[in-house]
């Protein structure tokens, strides 16, 4: 079996491409999992994701997807 990767481009011209991740307090935060977690590991998944696109022909795209209730 090989295992060695292939890179292929999808999508090429890309400004910018940003992540937030919605905890299950309703905050948003840049990272996950959580640096500065008071409780330990944090072994749950973040309630939803934010991808924030910047492309030059289309200017932002923004797309939140809920991952866990």
């Known amino acids: 079996m090989n295992n060695t990767p292939i890179a292929t481009v999808m999508l090429d ?3 910018s ?5 919605l905890t299950a307090s309703d905050e948003w935060i ?3 999992p959580p640096l500065t977690s008071q409780a330990g590991p ?4 973040p309630r939803a994701v934010e991808i924030v696109l910047v492309l030059p022909d289309e200017g932002e ?5 809920e991952v866990s209730p």
Request: net charge neutral; no cysteine.
């Open 13 to 15: 011209q890309v400004d």
């Open 17 to 21: 491409l940003a992540f937030r991740f």
């Open 30 to 32: 840049g990272e996950w």
């Open 42 to 45: 944090v072994t749950s998944l």
């Open 61 to 65: 795209i923004t797309r939140v997807v």
